[in-house]
């Protein structure tokens, strides 16, 4: 298994910021019934002020391989696209467990 593991940091001002990091993490919740080789999605939305990063996912799939497919299906690419023009930074981390 993989655990698949993606910070964000958003640009914006902090209300901009939180209504684009709740569509993004309802459109990332709802990707488990889409995506044959996602087993699971977790995301979470910062809730500490003093913290810069916005919206941290994890999500697990069977093989390295499988995180390439999660990536490319077009319910992932959709959701990707909510952060257009808001993403400032990302920072990945894909581990077997």
Known sequence: MVKHIVTFKLSGTAEERREVARRFADA?????????????MEVGLNANPAEDWDVVLTAVVPT???V?????HPAHVAAAGLLAGH??????VDYEF
Do not use: G, H, N, W
């Open 64 to 66: 390295m391989a499988d």
């Open 68 to 72: 390439e497919t999660y990536a490319k």
């Open 28 to 40: 990332l919740l709802a990707l488990p019934a889409q995506i044959d080789v996602l087993e699971s």
């Open 87 to 92: 993403k400032d930074s990302r920072a990945c």
